[in-house]
């Protein structure tokens, strides 16, 4: 029986806060549970600060000089970072490649039909990958292939409310010929 192993998924680096008795630096900028700015103190004094306010001293920026640190619940610091981090996650838009096949004997109703389609997919902020594969005696003339691929591009070029930019040239590779678009926003 074969075993196969599996690669971990690769977690995003979570930002790790130093706290309490974590904390390094001799020195440290306060920032108290109000928010309010205490300024510079021994790490000695800011812990006693926080232990007397049943909280935690949490190392907000390490790379400042001192660090600044804050005193807070730990728990719901942590719960907050992790609930902005994932509204952050979720507004993001992954645009995907759509695909269109053309052929050098496709329709006329087909084509506009293909143009449509390609004009929905790249107002949703896709990318758009045109293909068109020569068969048989079709490949003796690539010609076409170009002026059909070509000739499409020029019909969503025309239209008002798209701003196309070809991403990829027109290549071919045997008898296929492969170009991608997509829709940038001005």
């Given amino acids: 029986m074969r075993r196969t192993h599996r690669k971990p998924k690769h977690l995003e680096p979570t930002k790790l806060f130093r706290v309490n008795r974590g904390i390094h630096a001799p020195i440290v900028n306060l920032i108290d549970e109000d928010g309010g700015f205490r300024g510079e103190m021994p790490l000695d004094k800011a812990i006693t600060l926080a232990e007397e306010a049943e909280l935690d001293l949490v190392e907000v920026n390490p790379t400042a000089n001192p660090p600044i640190v804050r005193i807070v619940d730990y728990g719901q610091f942590k719960y907050e970072r992790d609930k902005k981090a994932q509204k952050q996650r979720a507004h993001l838009k992954k645009s995907e490649t759509k695909g269109i096949r053309l052929s050098i004997r496709i329709g006329e109703h087909d084509l506009v039909v293909r143009q ?8 949703k902020g896709d990318k758009l990958r045109i293909e068109l594969q020569l068969r048989g005696r079709e490949r003796q003339h690539p010609e076409l292939a170009r002026q059909m691929i070509e000739k499409f591009t020029e019909v969503l070029k ?3 409310e798209l701003n196309i930019v070809i991403e990829e040239d027109l ?3 045997g008898g296929k010929f492969t170009m991608l ?3 940038k926003k001005v």
């Fill in 116 to 123: 449509e389609q390609a004009k929905r997919f790249l107002s």
């Fill in 171 to 173: 290549t071919a590779q």
């Fill in 158 to 160: 025309s239209d008002p």
């Fill in 181 to 183: 678009v997509t829709n």
